[in-house]
């Protein structure tokens, strides 16, 4: 490497020039040295290897989900996880040559996934509402004398729902933790290994 200073030939591994004391590598900030340790094709491996994931928790789950033997909350709380747990544990092992490198790749394979079920998320949500403006108006000649009452309903929100809340934006959290752990595991497998 080559001073910028004086022009001196140094080693390739040296911080300063041996002849002038110049600093040879800038230092860089905190957002720098994270878009560096990115590597986008191990986290869309670890994304690939999530949707397989998700495709085999449906199969196993979807015959006790059918029989009414599994709670859909813990379902969804068990797939997500372990989408994350095994898509960041691949990243980690094809990107992560240290456990900083992994987990950062974790984190951003986990973030990408999350956007992207959003996204899905976001889509079947939309369906589902013009879906059921469409039925809602093809029933609205219907007289309003035929239909039941409704009973009122109350427009608080009762302890039981706040700590469901309270879980689910700590289960959300929860996501990111196990995706950059899942990520440094996997570089630490990597090296463990010698992969």
Do not use: H
Request: contains cysteine; hydrophobic residues 50%; positive net charge.
């Amino acid at each position: 490497m080559y001073c910028k200073k004086c022009e001196y030939k140094n080693k390739d591994e040296a911080k300063y020039c041996k002849k002038c004391g110049a600093a040879l590598k800038e230092s860089q900030g905190f957002i720098q040295k994270i878009n560096q340790s990115i590597n986008i094709l191990s986290v869309l491996i670890g994304l690939f290897t999530s949707v397989l994931v998700l495709i085999g928790g449906s199969l196993l789950f979807g015959s006790l989900m059918a029989t009414g033997n599994l709670d859909i909350r813990f379902y969804i709380v068990v797939v997500f996880y372990s989408m994350v747990i095994v898509g960041s544990l691949f990243t980690g092992i094809l990107s992560g040559y240290t456990p900083w490198e992994g987990a950062i790749n974790g984190g951003v394979m986990t973030l990408l996934m999350v956007i992207n079920l959003g996204f899905l998320l976001g889509v079947i949500w939309f369906i589902t509402v013009g879906v059921t403006a469409a039925i809602a108006s093809a029933f609205s000649s219907i007289p309003m004398s035929t239909l039941p009452a409704t009973p009122p309903t109350s427009t608080g929100i009762d302890m039981g729902s706040a700590v469901n809340i309270i879980l689910d934006i700590l289960a959300f959290l929860g996501l990111f933790a196990a995706g950059i752990i899942g990520g440094a595991a996997g570089s630490y497998i990597k090296n463990a290994v010698k992969l």
